[in-house]
């Protein structure tokens, strides 16, 4: 095993650890494993028929290349990034950036090789409000990069033309083709349309390839480059990952295994899945996979049709800081969850933890330790206490926290959803339920046509606070 | 009723919304309410015993005098506040800043009246070098709150440990008694000791106040007046609202509405509370609200010591940005979810959208709408549509986000949280397991004492990466 892999570690799920009712057994995974290796094949398979595309995006040089071609080109008069995208055009991005940056980059310009950086995936007017307050100052020096595939996402439609109407208004016409960097549809849709009427620096969100599986195309990349994080050795990292998930010997094949945990567990109470990393750059990684794993799992019917309402609703949690806020639930509470660690075997900087001189010397143990150990130590005492408590906990063990480990860990989940999505026999790719908030916002908004105004007089009965039902 | 005030709508979880199968009827509205009227009662007892102080933290007007003469003492000369808590010392001072003061508040010099803030309730030594190396320039302007009622609280005494060293080597001996508040217990413990014995300045963890519930004692107040909050206003919130929460007729208590709802779902299969924000400012409450609903009730035992493992697991979503996560598996997955949305009526500052000219019209009808009636758009159409999938739904409605109606919500929900406890029959106030974990994390680190090196081996062969479980 090559010590710069990412690897999972399980024997806290089994039977062996947790006992019988709650852990699974050699026998039930043997068959679960019989029950995967098909669906491994299916997946394989459905990747050769072009039907999976985001499995390609690690392979994408070119898109690197344009990349580092635009990055080239903007870097030096940037000392702001502001990207506007909601959901996969947003969590990726951060999730890269919290990673393998440091906490401090966007105050410290000692610990920065980029500019700073800013994912505004949300439209409320006083978050908004108080960033363009503050942006405004430095409108010259910064590069805002628009990312949605259609650009017809609600949210990012009205920031962009907010953020365009600043720049007219501030800088001029011309500061539109400067300033702004679209990532969209190669040919189609309203962001395309403008992109190419402005002759803006584009980048392309590849085909079918769906929001939450494009953090490894320009989608996630462009924002990562620009701040200094080594997207070749992120592509790589996922590269090395695709070798080990496309193997048919269950027992070799990390995605599998942690798919066949998963449904096992989802098929056996266990309802919501926790991520908690010990790791503050590994948080919004768990955001991420949040995403990744709701939409892709939370399904209503099955290939034939049935309704199933299927889906583990994941959690994201943080070690140590919620062990003073979850753990007494966790270990006390319904044993309805599978809990996945991510931890990490060598922090790149520790500090030795000191203990003040005519001090109470009851912290003395704590003299000479480092907080990473403490950190790593509070992680075993957590699947310790949730072991004691027969709660199936699993690990991911990050070797360090660096861009080759982060490709490895996105690449292993990506392909694990494929993997869970076929052992649930759904869709893992379609999101069929969220249209309907999308149109009903557009009749609220009164957008022209359809039957909006019916559906607008519908949603106002619901939604209005009838007093009623006020307390 | 005050227009000033927070009220619930709760319309959307009845049977007449969502239908008989998942909503609540009128008759077991009734019912529940004639249930939750004696634990009123019960509650209000317990807080007359002087068995629930933290009821009657709104009231403490002296220690908001403490408060205020510490801030003048240190505001002039403080261009930094550093809060060193974890859990209940750390999340409510998040929420409060996040809620009260602008989004870009550490960044932008002009949007703050007060030192920046930084809440740091993690260990990660990474996260928290990245933090030192920066501080380190601003030491001397720099105060540090540390937080911890027994002072045993092993990541912020390892925390401590390291500022306190780095302050005597960058500032000498005498730099701790000026750039030092501690809260912790009046009386006792490690860190009263320490601050007896350097004569710091301190301030109070009242008696008998468990974290999760200490946000509106110096816990929570210090950090918050330091930035500008105005705590007297936060207060009288609580106290509106205590005024409301006391009424032994249900349908004019809000916290018994709320808990007899929750209550009621909880028993009917909806084993997790997503509490969804449609407001930047009011996230972190739900933050907090994730600590105070998971440590108070997820209990393994009633009061009758009976095993019941009882507890809905809290979580936080934020509107408008998890509709692009989220919503797809609350919609279509598991019907096993109660909603509870955080909605504000007025933003105090909006923005019109605009749609630059020359752009395609497709987008024409956002023109002249602001942002803050498209995300309160986007909240009604989402909960529209989890009605229409009858998913029962809650919503906290909130005049505007003041310093008034965030301290109502605080109190709605710590109440709420007694009668929910209450109708569970168990102690909402304990936290018996999370010892275990903190024992272990003595036993790796080598505490002396106890069968320390007996639990120490237990725990190295359960959580030692063992090649057999590794993939």
């Not at 330790?369 to 957590?382: D, F, P, Q």
């Amino acid at each position: 095993m090559d010590s710069s892999q990412i690897r999972l570690f399980y024997r806290n799920a089994t039977a062996e650890a947790i006992g019988e009712e709650h852990g699974i057994t050699h026998d039930q995974l043997e068959r679960i494993a019989a029950e995967t290796v098909p669906m491994i094949r299916r997946v394989n398979e459905q990747r050769k028929a072009g039907e999976t595309p985001y499995r390609d995006l690690p392979y994408q040089t070119h898109v690197v290349e344009r990349i580092h071609d635009i990055v080239g080109e903007v870097h030096g008069r940037c000392k702001n990034l502001v990207v506007l995208g909601i959901g996969g055009s947003a969590l990726g991005n951060i999730a890269l950036q919290t990673a393998l940056n440091p906490f401090m980059y966007n105050l410290d310009d000692k610990q920065r090789r980029g500019p700073r950086l800013f994912v505004l995936d949300n439209i409320d007017p006083e978050q908004f409000g108080s960033f363009l307050r503050w942006i405004r100052n430095e409108l010259d020096q910064t590069i805002f990069n628009v990312i949605s595939k259609s650009g017809r996402t609600i949210e990012t439609a009205a920031q962009f033309g907010i953020v365009c109407d600043m720049l007219i208004k501030e800088l001029g016409q011309h500061s539109l083709r400067d300033q702004l960097v679209a990532t969209t549809d190669p040919k189609e849709g309203i962001l395309r349309e403008i992109a190419d009427r402005l002759n803006l620096r584009s980048l392309d969100v590849p085909d079918g390839v769906g929001g939450r599986f494009s953090v490894l195309s320009a989608v996630g990349l462009f924002s990562a480059a620009m701040c200094g994080i080594n997207v070749d050795r992120l592509l790589a990292g996922a590269q090395d990952m695709d070798t080990r998930v496309k193997r048919e010997d269950f027992y070799e094949n990390p995605a599998a295994v942690n798919a066949a945990l998963n449904y096992h567990f989802w098929n056996h109470g266990k309802r919501t899945s926790v991520m908690m990393p010990y790791s503050y750059h590994l948080k919004d990684l768990a955001d991420w996979y949040r995403q990744l794993w709701a939409e892709s799992l939370g399904k209503a019917r099955d290939s034939l049709n049935r309704e199933v309402h299927v889906g583990p609703t994941p959690i994201r949690a943080l070690g140590a800081t919620d062990q003073h806020s979850q753990i007494q639930l966790y270990r006390e509470g319904p044993n309805d969850k599978l809990f996945t660690f991510l931890q990490v075997t060598v922090f790149e900087q520790d500090i030795p933890i000191k203990v003040p001189p005519d001090l109470p010397t009851e912290l003395a143990y704590l003299t000479d330790r480092n907080l990473g150990e403490l950190l790593n130590s509070e992680k075993r005492a957590t699947e310790f206490a949730l072991v004691s408590s027969r709660r199936p906990c699993l690990t991911v063990v990050f070797p360090r926290v660096d861009a080759y480990a982060v490709g490895q860990f996105i690449y292993l989940f990506e392909v694990t959803t494929s993997l869970v999505g076929a052992l649930l026999n759904i869709n893992a790719y379609d999101q069929p339920a969220v249209e309907l908030g999308k149109e009903a916002t557009f009749a609220l908004l009164g957008k022209p046509g359809k039957d909006y105004a019916e559906l607008d007089r519908e949603i106002r009965g619901l939604t209005e606070l009838d007093e009623h039902f006020l307390v």
